[in-house]
């Protein structure tokens, strides 16, 4: 049994986190151990970096939201497990298990950090910035509790529902490795708990290398607005709004939106639509990182993508393409891209929003420095979560669909009309699209709009998915097998065995 749990601590604590010296201000640790001690302002930066260090990986970025875009059944990219919901734990499909050891490899880092930090003394680094810094680390942690709760729990559930998180603040050790799950409503605590801690304690927006005040707003306003969205609990939805409103309240010169969207793309990390955005690294591994793995590692033809250039992309949609192609932004958001290897020239047609044209542009193998990000979240968004906060809360349909006039209305490049919708039920149809048309394969908001949003009475998902059944159970993926075997507190998701 020792070896077992040893074998599953070294999965946790024993991986390289990778360089991101070209990124962050500070380098990070690469290994938790005694070593690496905290003991300084010096270490406890490069303990905060390591954790950022983490998310520069595909589980944290392509392999996460095309497989999440999947789910949702408007493109069928990843396994096919994925776009039919029929995963389990001797079937999860290819990538959910990394997916799974990169989200706890992440919480590990971050549980160092905060382990460590707040243990230094006034004379090693004064209770101000301390403060400071386990407020970083703790809304980093929070981070990293959403993202499990939202893939392999019950994120939609009551209270009492028993498949939320394994909560862990605690570096993994063999005294702690087995850990039962919390309940959702446990989940949503200690989540909560990590971002007020932030919301107070964090500082303001400088950069969206890093987390902030309004990123902690943010991001409990995401949790909020999902599942008070599903459930239609009001105080869940008013609280949200409430902490929308401020970041909107609270402009920066830094952090806004752009008038040109290709450039937003083309800038990557750059651009000031960022609150929260990843560098991927140039290290040899980028092509599939960066190029979010749909685009070179699926085989091409046939109705999945990408599709060779000679083809349409609307062939690879199942739904909506209709009104996805007419939209302004199709042209800017899809394209042709070329393959990253000097050797390939082979070219397909994708969503080159995040593919772009790789490493090398045009048949010359002339080095291009594409810069490939992973957003997590844009200044766009607050629109979006505005508008739907509004009329889930009863507000007039003129003034729930304001946010997102005012939205199109800072574009120029393409100049995008204002939306008239004439009922509540064209109006929910008209947010719905608009989520799916800026940020399709950017975080997943696409796949939970699908489930929280209705068509015909039924959730979008089955719309979409030409009146497929839908398992609400099966919306979220298996506990991977090696977590199953090693931790035998775990229990699995129902449907899912």
Not at 59 to 81: D, E, M, P, R
Not at 436 to 461: C, H, Y
Request: glycine share 6%; aromatic share 12%.
């Amino acid at each position: 049994m020792k070896k077992k749990l040893y074998f599953i601590l070294l999965l946790f604590i024993g991986s390289a986190l990778p360089s991101c010296k070209d990124f962050l201000d500070e380098q990070p640790l690469h290994s938790l151990t005694g070593d690496n001690a905290i003991k300084d302002l010096s270490t406890a930066k490069a303990a905060l970096g390591g954790v950022y260090a983490s998310f520069q990986n595909d589980s944290w970025s392509g392999a996460l939201y095309v497989a999440q875009a999947t789910k949702s059944g408007f493109v069928n990219i990843t396994a096919q497990t994925d776009y039919d919901l029929t995963y389990n734990e001797s079937n999860p499909g290819t990538n959910i298990p990394v997916i799974w050891q990169s989200f706890y490899k992440s919480l590990n880092a971050a549980n160092f950090a905060i382990q460590g930090i707040g243990k230094l003394s006034d004379a090693a680094v004064p209770l101000p910035e301390r403060t400071a810094m386990l407020a970083e680390g703790r809304c980093l942690r929070a981070w990293i509790h959403a993202n499990l709760l939202w893939n392999f729990g019950h994120w939609w559930a009551e209270d009492a529902d028993a498949y939320g998180i394994i909560y862990r603040d605690e570096v993994i050790s063999l005294k702690n490795v087995l850990k039962a799950r919390s309940t959702v409503g446990e989940s949503y605590q200690k989540i909560y708990e990590d971002l007020d801690y932030a919301i107070a304690n964090l500082g303001e927006f400088s950069s969206p290398r890093y987390l902030s005040k309004q990123f902690a707003k943010a991001l409990k306003a995401k949790l909020l607005l999902y599942r008070g969205g599903y459930r239609n609990t009001v105080a869940d939805l008013q609280l949200s709004l409430t902490l929308v409103n401020e970041i909107l309240a609270n402009p920066s010169a830094s952090f806004a939106m752009e008038s040109n969207l290709a450039e937003v793309y083309s800038n990557a990390w750059d651009s000031k639509e960022n609150l929260f955005v990843r560098y991927l690294e140039d290290d040899g591994s980028r092509a599939s990182k960066g190029g979010f793995t749909y685009t070179y590692g699926i085989i091409y033809g046939g109705d999945r993508l990408p599709l060779p250039i000679d083809k349409t992309l609307t062939a690879g949609l199942k739904y909506g393409a209709d009104w996805f192609k007419a939209d302004p932004r199709w042209p800017i958001v899809t394209g042709a891209v070329r393959a990253p290897e000097t050797w390939d020239d082979k070219q397909c047609y994708c969503f080159k929003k995040l593919a772009r044209l790789g490493r090398y542009a045009g048949a010359q193998a002339n080095p291009k420095d594409e810069k490939y990000a992973a957003y997590y979240f844009r200044y766009s968004e607050l629109y979006l979560m505005k508008a739907e906060l509004l009329a889930r809360t009863g507000a007039a349909i003129s003034t729930a669909i304001a946010p997102i006039n005012e939205m199109r209305s800072k574009r120029t490049n393409p100049v995008l009309a204002p939306l008239n919708p004439q009922n509540s039920e064209e109006l929910m149809d008209l947010i719905f699209k608009e989520i799916f048309m800026e940020l399709f394969m950017e975080n997943g908001s696409e796949m939970f709009a699908t489930v929280r949003f209705k068509k015909d009475g039924q959730p979008w998902i089955v719309a979409i998915k030409e009146n497929k059944a839908f398992e609400l159970n099966k919306l979220c993926w298996p506990i991977p097998r090696v977590e199953m075997v090693n931790n035998t507190l775990m229990v699995q998701n129902p449907d899912l065995k």
